[in-house]
């Protein structure tokens, strides 16, 4: 699968973790920084790397600060996005099945490495469950149309 990754200097040390996860179970990844500890906001690159998802560059995204919460709300803004910020295995598996998010937020303050690559791995395996869920996310994906003049973007 081919997957892109960005993070905040908070973020920085568990990005690289998760990164090198994916790419020894055989994932192409796009890293889009940050690779310094230079304090950069947040937004700036949960912006690129959403707007890439949105475009259908990915399928699939994950991004990462201190807390997972500034991603999640930034990548939420691009229409097109579900993001979840997520800190617990079940609910990583459940943004897929029940929300079909593309975009998986981690806080680095909040998960261990060991724990986030368990997190990331049934977020990677899980598919949309479709049916009853189908009409709630259709019902996100109105909103979407709403936000971009009534064009409904992809995904
Ligand atoms: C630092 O900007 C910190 O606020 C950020 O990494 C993240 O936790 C925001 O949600």
Redesign the pocket.
């Known amino acids: 699968m081919k997957i892109a990754v960005g993070a ?4 920085l040390p568990l990005k690289d973790a998760v990164k090198a996860h994916l790419e020894a179970a055989g994932h192409e990844v796009v890293d889009y920084g940050v690779n310094d500890d230079t ?1 950069v ?2 937004p700036d690159v949960a912006i690129e790397v959403a707007e890439a998802v949105a475009a259908g560059i990915f399928n699939r995204a994950i991004l990462v ?7 999640a ?1 930034t990548a939420n803004k691009i229409p097109g996005v579900r993001a979840a910020s997520v800190a617990d295995p079940y609910s990583a598996e459940r943004a897929r099945m029940s929300n079909d998010a593309q975009v998986l937020c981690l ?3 909040v998960v261990a490495p060991e724990v986030a690559r368990i997190i990331v791995d049934h977020w990677l395996v899980a598919e949309f469950q479709g049916g009853g869920s189908t009409r709630k996310v259709d019902k996100i994906k109105a909103l979407d149309a709403r936000s971009v003049g009534g064009t409904l973007p992809r995904s």
């Open positions: 905040d200097h908070l973020g304090p906001d947040y600060c201190g807390t997972g919460i500034g991603m709300i806080g680095s303050r």
